[in-house]
Each structure stands twice: as C-alpha cells, then as structure tokens.
C-alpha cells in the first residue's frame, strides 16, 4: 500500500487524474515485486536455516544416525526440493554438524527475516522434532538444543510439548495394544497437542481445539511465506490435531 499511496501522489502532482492512475498501478507493479522478493528471500534462509539446525540437533547427541539421514532425505521429497535446492540444503546440514556452529545466530537471523507468527516457527520445529525423533526418542543434549531453539523464535516449553505429542502420536502404531498404560500416554499426549492440561473443562478442549485448527490450516502457507510444499507438513500437524480432539471427545464422551 506505502508504494502504491507514494506513486499515486506523485502521478497526481505532476500529471492530475491520469497521473494518479498511472502512479497507483506503478505503485502496484513495485509492491508485487517486493513481495515477491520478500516472499523469495524467507523462503531462502527457511530451507538455509531448517537444515542448518537440523544438523547441529542430530550431532547434538554426539552422533548422527542413519534414522536420522534417512529421515532428512525424506523431509527432501517432502519439500519437493529442486536439485539446487537439495545441494544448498546438504551444505547447510553438514554446516550444522560443524563444532563452530552458531546455532544462536542462525535461528536469530531466520526470526528477523520471517514473518511473525505461530504456524510458520511450529512447522520449522516440526521438522526438526521429525528428525530427532526418527529413532524412536528424543535424547536429553537433543531436547535442550530444541527448547533453546524454541525460546530464540519466541516459543515456549508448551509449543515443543505439542510438537513432540504429535511425532509420538504419528509413530505410534495404529493397531497398537489398548492397555491400560498406553490408554493412559495417548490421553497424555492428546492433551499436549491441544496445548491443555488433563483437568480442562470440555468447552475449554473445544476452545483450544478450534483455536489451533484456525492457526494451522494449510491454506495459510502462503501467506506466511513457506513454499506451496509445506502444505503437505502442515496437513499432516492438522490430522494430528484432530486425532487427539477425537480421542479425547470418546474418553469423555461429547460431541
């Protein structure tokens, strides 16, 4: 809108009515262009940084697992990166891994350039929870390098909760034994993707079901700046989602 004001008025000034017109769609064509280059640049340091972290997360433990490779080449096709793409994305991993890292001022470049808000810094750290997590647990150097991660883009030991419910959720077998403990953990672990404790009352679970449908429907990629392919990871955040207000809807038997 700024450009478009400005060429307007300036169209206006010299040139009256016709001047007004030309300058708004001049104003136009440079905000789209801007946006655009925006738009580029975010996507750039997102795939920079992601794999950036990724590496010094799966070194944080002192090794890096094939689990963990094989999980990171699946997060390649995932994101549908072009060749360029996957080269730039196996540097920034292997810079990851370097003992000199500066993890601190990746992730604090990546907050300055990305737009705000919840969905965009959630889906990075989903990523990075995904590969951590692809053996099956989260070691404990792992889990301190996430939370410190989480509290550089402004998120809080809740968020990295919830992301680490829905990775155990999605490992979870589906046929997996209806014992009593393991009742117990997926009611534990629908809770955390909700973001709620286990003495909420049922409008509150209803509350914060919606409110976190609303926050993570993939149709909001774009607009937050991510490339059309996180669509599929922001689809898979929100069937976890469900899952756990339909879990938690039969437990306590409300519609």
Known sequence: ????????????????????????????????????????????????????????????????????IQVVEQIFTLLRLAPAQKEAAKAAFNRGKEPGFDLDGAVAVFARVAPRGSILFQLFLQLQVMVVAADGEVHPAERAVLSRVARELGLGERELAQLEAMMRAAARPAAAPHSAPSSQHRLADAYAVLGISSDASDNEIKAAYRKLIRENHPDKIASKGLPESMRAVAEARSREINAAYDLLKKARSFS
């Open 1 to 68: 809108m700024f450009f478009i004001a400005i060429c307007a008025f300036v169209g206006l000034w010299f040139f009256g009515f016709a001047g007004l017109v030309m300058g708004g769609l001049v104003g136009g064509a440079l905000a789209y262009y801007a946006l655009r280059e925006r738009l580029r640049r975010v996507q750039l340091q997102f795939i920079d940084t992601t794999f950036a972290v990724m590496g010094a997360l799966c070194k944080a433990d002192g090794v890096v697992t094939r689990d963990e």
